[in-house]
């Protein structure tokens, strides 16, 4: 997602959340819900560094309003795949219902070890908690739907044909709308996200990413800019990458 994109979203969001409705569900789209900021166009751009920096920013601040909605239930439903800081981007929502058969892959160290962001540290801990989240993002493996719901990262399952998935996710969120106990739980959400924010300021957690993300995009180490320019020109890999070569021991020489 282009910073033009997550402006007509966070745009569009606004207006929803102006409107006489109880919940909002973000579909995405059939093949991709999202995958994160857009590398095609940093790749394309005069300053790759500086359009990253201003496409993180962007769609941290659509990240934030969801967050920061606490007057609807907000529901991320995945049709299709999703990764790097789109995973994120979904469990800002206060529920995340994916299609059976859809992958995550809820890291983005494979992008030159890049730090991510999308409150990414607040989220995810609060989820899974602080040790499965340690082992999530390093590992830089992906997860099935149900994997996710089992690790806490999603919090259901559905219907693995996608019209099916439509219907039930459009079944549920009425009922959540319908449901006599909204206002009690609209209650509890104010006051958890009031108890975090006494406990740490939102903007604390994006200034730590984004200090991360600095060095990412204008450090000496230019991992990331080279493992961008692979991926959105589609070079193959030389060798198994590491993180899927697990027979490689501390004794390999560099033979398979």
Not at 34 to 54: F, K, T
Not at 147 to 174: K, N, Q, S, Y
Not at 219 to 233: E, N
Request: include cysteine.
């Amino acid at each position: 997602m282009s910073r033009r994109q997550c402006r007509r979203l966070l745009a569009a969001y606004a207006w929803v959340r102006q409107r006489p409705v109880q919940v909002i569900v973000l579909m995405g789209g059939r093949d991709h819900w999202s995958n994160g900021i857009h590398l095609q166009q940093i790749e394309a751009a005069e300053s790759p560094a500086d359009e990253s920096s201003v496409n993180i920013d962007a769609i941290d601040d659509l990240a934030e309003a969801i967050i920061r909605t606490d007057d609807k239930l907000t529901i991320a439903a995945l049709q299709g795949n999703c990764a790097a800081g789109g995973c994120f981007l979904a469990r800002a929502a206060d529920l995340v219902w994916a299609r059976a058969g859809v992958v995550l892959n809820p890291h983005s160290r494979n992008m030159g070890n890049l730090h991510g962001s999308e409150y990414w540290t607040y989220l995810l801990p609060a989820r899974v908690g602080a040790a499965a989240a340690a082992e999530i993002m390093p590992h830089r493996l992906p997860l099935s739907a149900s994997a996710a719901v089992t690790a806490g990262l999603l919090d259901a399952c559905l219907a693995g044909d996608a019209d099916a998935f439509r219907i039930d996710v459009a079944r549920r969120a009425r009922e959540l709308a319908l449901a006599p106990d909204l206002a009690d739980r609209l209650r509890a959400k104010r006051a958890r996200r009031q108890a975090d924010e006494l406990q740490r300021p939102l903007a604390s957690y994006r200034a730590a990413e984004l200090a991360e993300l600095k060095r990412n995009f204008y450090g000496f180490d230019l991992s990331y800019h080279v493992a961008r320019h692979h991926f959105v020109h589609k070079t193959a890999h030389s060798w198994t990458p590491r993180h899927l070569a697990i027979h490689r021991g501390p004794g390999w020489q560099g033979r398979e």
